[in-house]
């Protein structure tokens, strides 16, 4: 630790602002490191940051140490008091303390043990309709009055939705109910039950109110509800100074859902392609537990991919999870080049993008060499488009295959590294393709590329999921960082 860091003026300043409460404790005496050592030591033995705002009412000192610590992330939930108790308590320069906001809204509950395959009704898709909006209104008149994000400070907003019911709903418990019929359990609506409707047109009216703070945004689908086309754009919208976009929306389990899904990544794209501040979007949609079988019949949208590359014209980083597929997004970019379209009649290019993370599926990887080389040397060919290119991964991912794909920047030159659980060779024209790719990347230039494959075990059956192939192949660096 530093003899004097931070916290250590901030208790100084504590006490040459304070009223001289903070002078009459025993502990004044001692030297700040000592006291910031005992502060640090106390905050460490207390649970909850209720009875942290206690002692920021002891003294300046104390005050000048807690409060940064309560007002870093405040957690609001919907409906209830909270965001009227966050606009009467937090004001002037407390806002400037608040680093991350997570707003969670609760919508009515549903017989999960017996209706747990019946869709949302119309009624309920209102209802929660109404509550989100609600929510967001709320809470986003309270933050339009904090005013614009300095380049210092901007606020990450957490938005997640959900029933209390879905934590009794039979899919969480199948493999401990056997009594449960079949043939409800299998069927899609018992999913679709969980996933619910997208929240959708009544975000349109009245407008969200501007909120300049906020740079960085997440909606996680950890709780299964996911936004429409109509109602991302309102959101995106009014957060007008927004830096970071991470969106992990459902995936639907049948083709009507799929479309909807789709058009609502697809607004966020043209969303990010039209903005002047956004520069990173992560979306990952998360795979179904149970209809596993439908993600390679899942139709991507053309619109959707070209959307996608012409947002990620203007991006730093782009990372794309099972929304569209790896070639078809290369593909899509070559066709557009090539070919201009009233659509994209302009020639694309990155010059500004850093990172790139794309999936594909393992299927035709599997099936043979020469569809690795093909998709590693389209990325190659796009890759010679992005100057500024530090990372770029390409992932596969199934039950009994899981494949890695990264190119790095690294100190010791650029890197090619390939990990899958079956053996993969790297053909020469690839490595070729790679090294004149590296040939245009910023310090990369008269640099020898290196490369690295490595075959791996995917583990007991139980065990075979992404998460735990990224759990093993941790140690050799290839690994996303979102």
């Known amino acids: 630790m530093p003899l004097r860091s931070d916290a250590l003026h901030a208790l100084d300043d504590g006490l040459s602002h304070g009223n001289g409460a903070g002078l009459q404790l025993p502990q004044a005496i001692l030297p700040p490191e000592i006291r910031l050592m005992v502060l640090e030591e106390l905050e460490r033995l207390v649970e909850g940051r209720s009875r942290l705002s206690h002692f920021s009412a002891v003294s300046a000192e104390w005050r000048a140490f807690f409060q940064p610590r309560i007002f870093e992330t405040l957690s609001i939930r919907h409906p209830g008091p909270d965001v009227t108790q966050l606009d009467a308590n937090v004001r002037g320069d407390r806002t400037r303390l608040v680093k991350r906001i997570s707003l969670h809204v609760t919508t009515d509950e549903y017989d999960a043990r017996h209706d747990f395959d019946r869709p949302e009704s119309g ?4 209802a929660n309709d ?13 933050l339009s009055k904090w005013g614009y994000a300095e380049d210092a400070h901007g606020i ?22 056997p009594h449960l019929s079949r043939s409800r359990v299998h069927s899609q609506d018992f999913e679709r039950c969980l996933l619910g409707s997208l929240f959708g047109p009544g975000l349109a009216r009245p407008p969200l109110p501007r909120v300049p703070i906020i740079k960085r945004l997440s909606m996680s689908n950890q709780n299964y509800r996911s936004f429409s086309a109509e109602s991302l754009p309102r959101i995106l919208l009014s957060l007008c100074c927004l830096e970071t976009v991470n969106y992990a929306p459902g995936r639907s389990i049948d083709a009507a859902g799929r479309i909807a899904r789709s058009q609502a990544n697809m607004s966020l794209f043209q969303c990010v ?37 012409k947002a990620s014209y203007g991006l730093r980083t782009l990372a794309i999870c099972h929304a569209i597929d790896a070639r078809e997004f290369f593909q899509c970019h070559e066709d557009a080049n ?23 599926e393992t299927g035709d990887l599997v099936a043979g060499a020469s569809h690795v080389d093909s998709v590693l040397l389209m990325a190659a060919t796009a890759a010679l488009q992005m100057p ?38 790297l053909g020469a024209a690839v490595l070729d393709a790679w090294q004149q790719a590296a040939g245009g990347h910023a310090q990369q230039k008269q640099r020898q590329l290196r490369h690295k494959v490595a075959s791996l075990d995917p583990g007991p059956m139980e065990k075979r999921s992404m998460d735990y192939f990224c759990h093993k192949i941790r140690p050799k660096r290839i690994m996303r960082d979102w």
């Open 338 to 360: 090539r070919i201009p379209s009233a659509q994209c009649a302009t020639v694309g290019s990155w010059p500004v993008l850093e990172r790139l993370v794309l999936t594909t």
């Open 123 to 126: 009624s309920s898709q209102r």
């Open 130 to 142: 109404t509550m989100l909006q609600e929510a967001l209104h709320e809470l986003f008149r309270v």
């Open 273 to 309: 392609e039209n903005s002047t501040t956004v520069k990173s979007v992560h979306l990952s949609e998360s795979r179904s537990e149970m209809y596993v079988k439908l993600d390679s019949q899942n139709p991507y949208s053309r619109n959707l991919v070209l959307a996608s590359v």
């Open 388 to 425: 500024s290119l530090k990372t770029m991964e390409i992932w596969a991912s199934r039950i009994d295959h899981h494949f890695v794909f990264r190119y790095y920047a690294g100190a010791y030159g650029p890197t090619v590294c390939v990990c899958a659980t079956w053996p993969v060779k």
């Open 156 to 177: 990450s907003l957490d938005i997640s939705v959900s029933s209390r019911s879905d934590a009794e709903h039979q899919l969480n418990h199948r493999n401990d109910r």
